[in-house]
């Protein structure tokens, strides 16, 4: 049995509620629909680590004030980013993204973390970002 067979399942208003409560890691569960972080406030990093999305990603208008981690995320449709504030760095390591990436920050990141296959679609989407090619697990 693999990580993702063990999986806990969500709404995204679940997620929303543990987001208003302080909770800022979420690993190893399943997301059924699109969750929307607009025009909201995260003073630490925020984890999604090994998280499958059975919709969207939107943090569109967000301020992260430190590390955005997507290792290991299936977003099945879109990640929307659009005039994001990320302070630091942004994890997509073995991120599978199924619709479209929007990397149109309004600030930052300041290096985005990638393997090999990603690097050439996030480096279209955001070209003036510095790319770190992880290489290993």
Excluded: C, W
Aim: no cysteine; net charge positive.
């Amino acid at each position: 049995m693999n990580e993702r067979d063990q999986e806990t399942v969500f709404s995204p208003q679940e997620v929303q509620g543990e987001i208003q409560k302080g909770k800022r890691v979420f690993q190893n569960i399943t997301i059924e629909g699109s969750l929307y972080l607009r025009n909201t406030t995260f003073k630490t990093s925020l984890y999604f680590r090994n998280t499958t999305f059975k919709g969207s990603l939107d943090f569109r208008n967000t301020t992260i004030e430190r590390n955005l981690d997507l290792k290991d995320t299936i977003i099945e449709r879109d990640l929307d980013l659009k005039n994001t504030i990320i302070e630091r760095d942004l994890y997509l390591e073995r991120t599978t993204i199924g619709g479209n990436l929007d990397l149109s920050t309004k600030k930052g990141p300041r290096k985005i973390y990638v393997n090999l296959e990603q690097a050439q679609l996030v480096h279209r989407a955001a070209p003036t970002v510095p790319l770190v090619l992880v290489t290993k697990k």
